[in-house]
Nanobody
Framework: QVQLVESGGGLVQPGGSLRLSCAAS??????????MGWYRQVRGKERELVAA???????NLADSVQGRFTISEDSAKNTVYLQMNNLKPEDTAVYYC?????????WGQGTQVTVSS
């Protein structure tokens, strides 16, 4: 059973930075094709994709975070990172990690990011 654990959320002032981590465990070694993504959700709104990284190495970022956020991974550690710079109040949300592969579709429990002065 794949499990995803996010960490790194917190309270930061506008213009500040945070790095989120998503550590995957229980990943089957034969499922080499996968996608991992960071999503965020504000209460009362739909969950939205922020960034994704694929086993090919390709990445995808939402327009709203282009130039500010970067997604990367350490495949040896089965860990994906979201580096968030120049944070804005509108980035405040619960951030979720997701892994999709032939093994199934899994979500983490979420980590709160609050951007406020």
């Amino acid at each position: 059973q794949v499990q995803l654990v996010e960490s790194g959320g917190g309270l930061v002032q506008p213009g500040g930075s945070l790095r989120l981590s998503c550590a995957a465990s229980g990943v089957g070694s034969r499922f080499s094709i996968y996608a991992m993504g960071w999503y965020r959700q504000v209460r009362g709104k739909e969950r939205e994709l922020v960034a994704a990284i694929f086993s090919s190495g390709a990445t995808n970022l939402a327009d709203s975070v282009q130039g500010r956020f970067t997604i990367s991974e350490d495949s040896a550690k089965n860990t994906v990172y979201l580096q968030m710079n120049n944070l804005k109040p509108e980035d405040t949300a619960v951030y979720y990690c997701r892994r999709s592969s032939g093994e199934g579709d899994y979500w983490g429990q979420g980590t709160q990011v609050t951007v406020s002065s």
